[in-house]
């Protein structure tokens, strides 16, 4: 296998941090890389010098003869396209008919810039526009090894899949080499064979992807901490025989490595969901957030962002809201909030609501931009309540990944990172009963996206998660809704269900669940009912047949929406203190879910029959 390119003995230094020691690495023909590790630990350097843009203080790094480099930073890459139109930027002044030819070129455009008009000016496109064009323009090129800096910032679900999908046959097995740091999980897996982390200076390697990452990483916690107790053992004995004289003879102790399913037998369920509802009850009531017909146009635009939304937030729900960009989402978080109020229909509130939002942007920090860290969370109460224990807000920011030696940090001098931990904090010491986070993985490394995790999972409330983030989102909540053509809809099948909608035509008349207490579309009194064509090549009889079979399901969905609300008030207002009830009234809830999961797939393929597909 040809040897692509290789770092020898580099090393990195600034005058205030030594950001690389003495480092060897390298990739060959083939190679898929992931590279890990916390904000500050050299990810980005490391990549800058082996794709060439940076020099190392000491080292060298050698690439095979001819070899060509891409590299995308994680700035803007636009940044010498001027005034230019998307397409020259792309492409240039070579002709649309001589790019559009070539099937590669064309499906990068179709995969990421689907949405993008090729004749708009640079300068007017959003962020989230210019990283697609950044990316675009990379990947349009020939290259022997593609360097990607954080490639799905700013990207949406849609995107990303396609990503992963692109870089995966890009280049025929054994070709090529990628270099691509994330803190995507799902993408990483994806994509990489192998992964480095970059911690403390060097460059450790771990084979396969994030998946196979963790656990090598979890066999070298046990096999470390087996051999520092070893060594504590020994030392203990060697001052006993300092102290007594010579030692008694002693066995050796002995360390056994079990495989992956022992790892894991003894670690509990992630989440107590009846446990965390019957909390989640208690402090919210019955009522969180109803959200009945609602459509918002923003002033002087006729265009519906939301329409016809209904959407009953229930005590101790779990949900993550997908969509493209521009779909709507942030629009929606707004009406649940009260940011926005709705052109047509109504937004409410519980009595006992009290809703913390984590922003895309650093919300909350620019009043403290001045103070030192520890000058904020002596403002904060002494105590919060955090998995049944106390924890000050002190311990609450050490275990989101912040050291002692940050407490005299002024807040204008932390990192990306470092602000949105921080800024994590204030929210969730602000003692909301409904967290709304949008865009929670930005700027975050992976070891502080386990930490909130981990914190997320014994919290006590209502949770709303915006976030093109597939791992985190399937990590962090039960259930999961789409913003599609202005519409909220239940998504039984989780995030595949989502790719395959958006990547496939979908019948205008399937049922949108919005919420499982609302009617489906097409279903009896829905302004969608009654509106499939006939197919052609049938005859009446069978149609009306169809039509006959078709009713019967829509009444069986108004009744499996009918039962899970009743189920829903009947766990509201039920005993918490009684577990065992709790827990039968929660397998009929999952029993009805899935009963009407049943009946809507089915619902769908006959709706799809008589459209005659």
Known sequence: MAHLLSAEKISLEYPTKQVLTSVTCGIDDGGRVGIVGRNGDGKSSLISILSGRLEPTSGQVRHRNGLRVGLLGQGDDLSDAGSMGVEQALFGSTERYVWASDPKTRAVIDGL???????????????????????????????????????????????????????????????????????????????????????????????????????????????????????????????????????????????????????????????????????????????????VDVSFSYPGTDHRVLDDVTWRVAPGERTGILGPNGAGKSTLLSLLTG?????????????????????????????????????????????????GRQMSPGQLLERLGFSSAHLSTRVSQLSGGQKRRLQILLVLCSEPNVLILDEPTNDVDTEMLTALE????????????????????????????????????????GIDEYLALVTAPVPPTRPTAESPRRLPAGSPGHPGAGRIPDAPGRSSGQERALRKQ???????????????????????????????????????????RADRDEVEEQWFDLAQTLEGD
């Open 113 to 291: 810039l689907a949405g993008v008009p090729l004749d708009k000016d640079i300068q007017e496109l959003s962020g989230g526009e210019r990283r697609k064009v950044g990316l675009a323009r990379l990947l349009v090129g020939d290259w022997d090894v593609l360097a990607l800096d954080e490639p799905t910032n700013h990207l949406d679900l849609e995107a990303i899949s396609w990503l992963a999908g692109h870089l995966k046959s890009r280049w025929p097995a054994n070709k090529g080499g990628l270099l691509v740091v994330t803190h995507d999980r799902w993408f990483l897996d994806e994509v990489a064979s192998t992964t480095w982390e970059v911690h403390d200076g060097i460059v450790e390697p771990f084979s396969g992807g994030y998946a196979a990452y963790v656990l090598a990483r979890v066999e070298r916690d046990r096999q470390a901490a087996a051999i520092e107790a070893k060594r504590r053992n020994l030392m203990r004995k060697e001052l006993a025989w300092l102290r007594r004289g010579a030692p008694a003879r002693t066995s050796k102790p002995r360390f056994r490595i079990e495989a992956a399913n022992v790892l894991i037998e003894d670690v509990p369920e992630i989440r107590n969901s009846v446990s965390l509802q019957k909390m989640a009850v208690a402090r919210l009531g019955k009522k969180v957030v109803d959200m």
């Open 339 to 387: 940011r926005l109020r709705p052109t047509t229909g109504r937004v409410s509130e519980g009595q006992t609501v009290r809703i913390g939002v984590l922003d895309q942007t650093y919300a909350g920090l620019e009043e403290v931009q001045d103070d030192l860290v520890r000058e904020v969370l002596g403002r904060l109460k002494t105590v919060f309540q955090v998995e």
């Open 454 to 493: 981990d914190l997320l999972d014994s919290w006590p409330g209502t949770l709303i998660v915006v976030s093109h983030d597939r791992y985190f989102v399937e990590r962090v909540t039960d259930q999961q809704y789409a913003i599609l053509d202005s519409r909220l809809r239940h998504l039984p099948g």
């Open 550 to 592: 078709l009713a019967q399901l829509e009444n069986k969905l108004t009744k499996s929406d009918d039962l899970i609300s009743s189920l829903s008030a009947r766990m509201a207002a039920a005993d918490h203190s009684d577990w065992v009830a709790l827990q039968e009234l929660a397998d009929q809830m999952d029993r009805a």
